[in-house]
């Protein structure tokens, strides 16, 4: 998962989100170091006679009833990165872009940008949001 200030980078350069079941996100002003995710039954973890369980809700009561999705911030995951990254590159000859493991984190390098910039992150999402960023604020 990328971190909540990279999320809040994309988001304040213009990325948009259609919140959708099993999505991401942070409540940074209500919960610091939290993230939630869209389910459609929660499931949490009791102890019950002695043995761990799973145990299944239908609904959830919670002080904060509502949101504004607007306070929410998207966690994108790493599919989520990417393909959000195809979208806006042109279109040409494949591939767009390559990312390559090295032995301190990731690199992904963008062929469809002039200069084919580089961005290095330690986790694969966080070279993707990297580059989105960059197309964000330079598009």
């Known amino acids: ?12 350069a213009g ?18 170091d939290r993230a939630f995710v ?21 609904a959830v009561e ?9 306070q929410a911030v998207w966690l994108p995951t790493e599919t989520q990165l990417r ?3 195809e979208a806006r590159l042109p279109e040409g000859p494949a591939p ?13 390098v963008v062929h469809a940008l002039p200069g084919q910039p580089a961005f290095g992150a330690t986790a694969a999402e966080g070279a993707y949001a990297q580059a989105l960023l960059h197309l964000l604020a330079t598009g």
């Open 83 to 85: 393909q959000a990254l």
């Open 62 to 70: 919670w002080a904060l009833d509502t949101i504004v999705t607007t």
């Open 96 to 108: 767009n872009f390559v990312l390559s493991g090295l032995p301190t984190g990731y690199q992904l």
């Open 38 to 58: 869209i389910a459609d039954m929660p499931v949490t973890i009791a102890t019950l006679q002695g043995e761990q369980v799973f145990t299944f809700e239908g």
């Open 1 to 12: 998962m990328i971190a909540l200030s990279l999320a809040q980078q994309l988001k304040a």
């Open 15 to 32: 990325l948009t989100w259609e919140p959708s079941l099993h999505d991401f996100f942070a409540l940074p002003e209500e919960f610091q």
